[in-house]
């Protein structure tokens, strides 16, 4: 069936570390990709998407490559701020509903 | 305006209390959404109105009960909750259909029931 694996955390960095968050995903064809972030005590909103493959989707410094021969949409960014500390979600949507991934929760120390 | 507006932002009810969340859109969305989630967990889907109408219900128990009055406004009204209900409970709308996947989520409702 459809499903969307994301990397364990919590993940634990130093201001300005390379982050890498790998997703992985099974679907049906190539369904659009999606990561969510959702800041302590607030709800889910949208990083960055991609809607077909080798597309890159990017937002405040943070990527994605789409790649359709790995089944993968891994969430990078150069350079970690304290307040990129956050859950993020990985996800495609299947049947008119969001899969996601299990989450992975990222803290960064300054 | 790009918001979903959920109230109240916190809730605190006994398991014979009835309650109501609620939740509204201006952005002109036809699909609207209730999730429920666990602390650090993903959002677990309840329910989805599709254009007013309830179009998937995730064999959510009839404790909970979901009204969509108009497309704007989207409901979750609560009845002889268990402890285990307690959760963040969030709304979130898109276009019709999920086409383009992008939802936009409220902060949630904390639900706590004693």
């Known amino acids: 069936g459809n499903s969307v694996t994301q990397m364990e955390g919590p993940v634990t960095l130093s201001e300005e570390a390379f982050l890498t968050i790998n997703c992985t995903y099974t679907?049906?064809?190539?369904?659009?990709l999606f990561w969510y972030v959702q800041y302590p005590g607030e709800g889910l909103q949208l990083l960055l998407k991609a809607t077909k493959a080798d597309d890159k989707g990017s937002n405040k410094g943070f990527e994605a490559t789409y790649r359709k021969e790995t089944t993968s949409f891994h969430l990078e960014k150069g350079s970690v701020q304290v307040s990129d500390s956050a859950v993020y979600f990985c996800?495609?949507?299947?049947?008119?509903?969001?899969?996601f991934g299990q989450g992975t929760e990222l803290s960064v120390k300054p | 305006d790009t918001e979903v507006t959920q109230t109240p932002k916190h809730l605190v009810m006994g398991m014979t209390n009835k309650k109501s969340l609620k939740c509204e859109q201006h952005?002109?969305?036809?699909?609207m959404y209730w999730y429920k989630q666990k602390a650090k967990k993903p959002p677990e889907l309840m329910f989805v109105?599709?254009?007013?109408?309830?179009?998937i219900n995730e064999s959510v128990p009839s404790r909970f009960s979901p009204e969509c009055p108009n497309s704007s406004l989207l409901n979750l009204h609560l009845h002889a909750l268990q402890p285990e209900d307690s959760a963040l409970y969030l709304c979130?709308?898109?276009?019709?259909?999920?086409?383009?996947?992008?939802?936009?989520f409220g902060e949630g409702s904390r639900l706590t029931v004693l």
């Open positions: 952005m002109g969305h036809r699909a």
């Open positions: 979130a709308s898109s276009q019709a259909g999920l086409s383009t996947g992008e939802l936009f």
């Open positions: 109105y599709s254009y007013e109408k309830l179009s």
């Open positions: 679907a049906t064809g190539y369904p659009s």
């Open positions: 996800a495609h949507p299947t049947r008119g509903k969001l899969i």
